[in-house]
């Protein structure tokens, strides 16, 4: 059994692409079936994993690989293949689990869409290529995978193509992630002409094992750095994130997909997959490399949770969520905590699948209203979802104990707390857990308590098809936790090749009454601030957010988002602009006048041959022609039919040769 | 006066030309026609005369020659005038002079 998924793991990603295409040869009335290939596509998909994810639990460190060649030219082998190992079961599991959840949400949730199908073939080809990069063994697969995951979140992000913002979205999210996937191509590029092979393990030549790591030598930290513009920018680390929050204008799940399974993970994983390369010839577990991955970290993990404070739409809120938490996770790659990173990155799946399909089913409820201002009181009027999406918030804001959100912050708490090179990123972190409990008060006040406000007068809670999705993510989300907790920290130890141990006495540990106390205040924090919020104060109108109230200047410094899509259409836009029109300007007044002239000259030629034609040749062939006919006239003119005149010469002709003969004689 | 072979010649002679002339100068068909034979005939005198006059006239060859010819005349005349028949019955005429649609 163990053999056959090794070598039939390819069936994986394989099945939602067939699925996909499948449903793309459907016709565009066949919702049914559209949405029974894909589910079934994912659910085989989820079976298959479970079956992957069997072996690996057998053997402490379990790794197989298979590969195979793709094609050869000279003496040089392209080989490609596939892995399977604790990081790539774990995922495979992570992703078709959430991506079921988030395909039995989307039945509900696009159900009245005109181009439902073809929603559903994206959505399983986003899946497909999600799976496929999880489990290549060649850094090339991976990229292949990278880009199809790209060219997904284009297609679904503008899925509702007829919106001019979220088209403009598509482009973006495409535009920004390319110019990160250009460092990444570099880098591949390098890794390749410096080992000689993008296979990750091969028996030992593989460029992530001694041999091949040691063919990099001093160009290692480079090569990692270039990897990681790869993952920044699809990892929306700054100063790539601006692409995804506006990738909210997709469908609520895609959004979910994006942030939680799909997309986002994607660059987190590559720098677990590839972290051999950055921590090469480390002192103390420090390079160059990772610390560029720990700063960059942390700046977007305090920027986005600052941004998210003044948000007012629920999905742009928690797109900065999802900024900061990708941070965070980047920050405990950079420290070294790759097992801790990738706990937080599989957790995150969970809860932050939970609370975009509890967002949709909110802006679902609300008739497609995602101003939080306009919202209040869904308490009472979506139970459910409410209750699930308070599960998704606590573990969000890492509340210890019950929610697994809770034990993976702690472990990235942990781990950048023993970080030789600088306390600050701790610090900065501990500061992030403030903001991330504040904002996420402030988004369930504002959304599911007070009172009923113009969005949410008929609000009403959405059907089975989609609340049973976000409980199965909300039971997840808890339950996740089991494996997590310092007692028995099965998932550390089974990313790490460790054996794990039930201690319970590891269970409380003094951080974790730090982190209690700092989520404690970060919620009573949002609480104290944002009771009265949307209720008219003797002073503060109704509209007006509290905070706006008393910091207006830095409200609006955090509602533009710091400014940044304005500094950057200012300078990278309006260079790109000015360039553009510059290769215009070149291209109508220099290249064309170049080519022009070109053209000229060619007529010209034309223009004397064609006289050469037509006063050398033609004229010859014309003179001859115009001879035969009048010779021809002439002769056809002794023909005239009289034939007596005929017999006259003949009667001539013969008294001529008569005579002739008698002279001769 | 015993007659020599150029008697026959002159006779020959003068009858072909008077053929030839009928056949140039009428412009009815069957005169043409009439020419053409009297042109035959002549020929055919020519030919008996040489043989007549030859260093061995043995008796049936030439005249055997001749009879041939004339046969092969008759023949020729009878699809003569079947032509000639054929093209007044198309053309309504037979003046040699309006039949004259083979010009170039």
Redesign the interface.
Same mark, same amino acid.
């Given at each position: 059994m163990s053999r056959w998924i090794i070598d039939h793991l390819w069936l994986v990603p394989a099945v939602p692409f067939v699925a996909s295409l499948a449903i793309l040869s459907l016709p565009n009335k066949q919702h049914k079936g559209a949405a029974v290939l894909a589910v079934a596509g994912q659910i085989v998909a989820l079976v298959l994993s479970i079956f992957a994810f069997l072996p690996t639990l057998q053997v402490s460190g379990f790794r197989a690989v298979q590969n195979f060649t793709w094609f050869t030219f000279g003496d040089h082998a392209l080989r490609l293949g596939w892995v399977l190992d604790p990081l790539a079961a774990v995922m495979l599991l992570m992703i078709t689990l959430v991506g079921l959840c988030i395909f039995i949400f989307s039945t509900g949730y696009m159900s009245g869409d005109r181009n439902f199908v073809r929603f559903f073939a994206y959505l399983s080809f986003f899946s497909g290529a999600m799976l496929g990069l999880v489990i290549s063994n060649s850094l090339l697969l991976l990229f292949m995978c990278w880009e199809l995951v790209g060219l997904a979140s284009y297609l679904l992000i503008g899925f509702w193509i007829e919106r001019p913002s979220a088209a403009a979205a598509a482009k973006k999210a495409f535009i920004t992630t390319r110019i990160g996937d250009m460092g990444f191509f570099l880098g591949l590029l390098w890794l390749y002409a410096r080992s000689g092979t993008l296979l990750f393990y091969d028996g030992g030549n593989g460029c992530l094992e001694s041999a091949g790591l040691a063919m990099l030598g001093a160009s290692a930290a480079s090569i990692a750095l270039l990897i990681f513009c790869g993952a920044v920018g699809k990892s929306g680390q700054f100063p790539l994130h601006v692409w995804l929050p506006d990738a909210m204008e997709g469908p609520t799940p895609v959004s979910a997909l994006i942030h939680a399974a799909t997309m986002v993970a994607a660059g987190v994983f590559l720098v677990a997959r590839v972290y051999p390369i950055f921590s090469f010839g480390a002192i103390d577990g420090v390079t160059a490399s990772l610390t560029v991955v720990v700063w960059i970290g942390v700046t977007t993990a305090l920027m986005a949770a600052l941004i998210a404070i003044a948000q007012d739409d629920i999905k742009r809120i928690l797109a900065y969520s999802t900024v900061s938490q990708l941070g965070l996770m980047m920050v405990s790659l950079g420290v070294g905590g790759v097992a801790a990173g990738m706990m937080h990155l599989l957790a995150h799946g969970f809860f932050k699948a939970l609370l975009f399909l509890g967002a949709g089913s909110v802006i679902h409820g609300c008739h497609h209203e995602q101003d939080i201002r306009k919202m209040g009181g869904l308490r009472r009027l979506m139970p459910v979802t409410f209750l699930t999406y308070a599960i998704g918030m606590m573990a969000l804001s890492g509340v210890p104990l019950f929610f697994s959100g809770g034990w993976t912050k702690e472990e990235v708490l942990h781990v950048t707390a023993h970080w030789p090179v600088s306390r600050l990123p701790y610090y900065f972190l501990l500061a992030g857990v403030v903001l991330t409990a504040l904002y996420m008060t402030r988004q369930i006040i504002y959304v599911f308590f007070g009172d009923r406000r113009t969005a949410s007068q008929h609000a009403q809670e959405s059907p089975s098809v989609m609340t049973v999705p976000l409980i199965v993510l909300a039971s997840c989300a808890i339950l996740f936790s089991i494996v997590l907790t310092p007692a028995w920290p099965w998932l550390h130890d089974y990313l790490t090749d460790g054996a794990a141990h039930f201690e319970i006495a590891r269970l409380i540990q003094p951080a974790l009454l730090l982190s209690l106390a700092l989520v404690a205040a970060g919620i009573g924090l949002g609480i104290w601030m944002y009771r009265r919020a949307g209720i008219p104060d003797r002073l503060r109108p109704a509209d007006t957010d509290p905070l706006e109230f008393a910091q207006p200047q830095l409200f609006r410094f955090l509602q533009n988002k710091m400014w940044i899509d304005e500094l950057y259409s200012r300078t990278v836009v309006a260079f790109s602009w000015m360039s553009a029109r510059l290769s215009d300007w070149m291209d109508r007044h220099f290249w064309d006048r170049l080519v022009r002239g070109f053209g000229a000259l060619g007529q010209l030629f034309g223009a004397f041959t064609a006289s050469v034609d037509e006063r050398g040749i033609n004229a010859g062939v014309d003179e001859t022609t115009l001879g035969t006919r009048g010779l021809g006239r002439l002769? /056809?003119?002794?023909? /005239?039919?009289?034939?007596?005149t005929y017999? /006259?010469v003949i009667?001539i002709g013969a008294l001529a040769l008569l005579l002739f003969y008698a002279w001769l004689a | 006066m015993t007659p020599t072979l150029q008697i026959f010649l002159v006779v020959s002679a003068a009858l072909f030309s008077t053929g030839l002339l009928a056949a140039l100068s009428r412009r009815h068909a069957i005169f043409i026609l009439i020419g053409i034979e009297m042109m035959l005939a002549a020929a055919n005198l020519n030919f008996i005369a040489f043989w007549r006059f030859s260093p061995q006239p043995q008796p049936p060859t030439g005249v055997m020659i001749a009879i041939f010819s004339i046969a092969i005349a008759a023949a020729e005349a009878a699809v003569g005038l079947a032509l000639v028949i054929a093209v007044y019955r198309h053309y309504r005429t037979t003046n040699v002079d309006h039949l004259d649609q083979l010009k170039g």
């Open positions: 002769v /056809s003119a002794a023909h /005239s039919g009289q034939i007596q017999l /006259s009667a | -």
